[in-house]
Nanobody, 119 residues
Framework: QVQLVESGGGLVQAGGSLRLSCAAS????????MGWYRQAPGKQRELVAS?????????TYTDSVKGRFTISRDDTKNTVYLQMNSLKPEYTAVYYC???????????WGQGTRVTVSS
């Protein structure tokens, strides 16, 4: 089994930046793709960004964060990052990471990391 721990959230003013981290342990060799999700109050959880773990590390982004968010990985640390720039209040949410198979999350959800963007 794979264990994931999210961190890096906090309170930031609109226009600011945060970097989220997702540290993986366990059977990480089984992971093909990692994704960052967010769930805003009263809304469904949505996939924000993903990155392939093997090969060229292809990335995907939801339209609302293109040009603002960058997903990356550090294989030496078994960690996936989400650099978030030019943050907007509507990005306020709890952010989660998960291992994906065919863009479907495969693990139980962790506690996530809360991001609050003030106007």
């Amino acid at each position: 089994q794979v264990q994931l721990v999210e961190s890096g959230g906090g309170l930031v003013q609109a226009g600011g930046s945060l970097r989220l981290s997702c540290a993986a342990s366990g059977r990480i060799f089984s992971i093909n793709r990692m994704g960052w999700y967010r769930q805003a109050p009263g809304k469904q959880r949505e996939l924000v960004a993903s990155i392939a773990i093997s090969g060229g590390g292809s990335r995907t982004y939801t339209d609302s964060v293109k040009g603002r968010f960058t997903i990356s990985r550090d294989d030496t640390k078994n960690t996936v990052y989400l650099q978030m720039n030019s943050l907007k209040p509507e990005y306020t949410a709890v952010y989660y990471c998960n291992a994906l198979m065919g863009f479907i999350p495969t693990l139980s959800w962790g506690q996530g990391t809360r991001v609050t963007v003030s106007s």
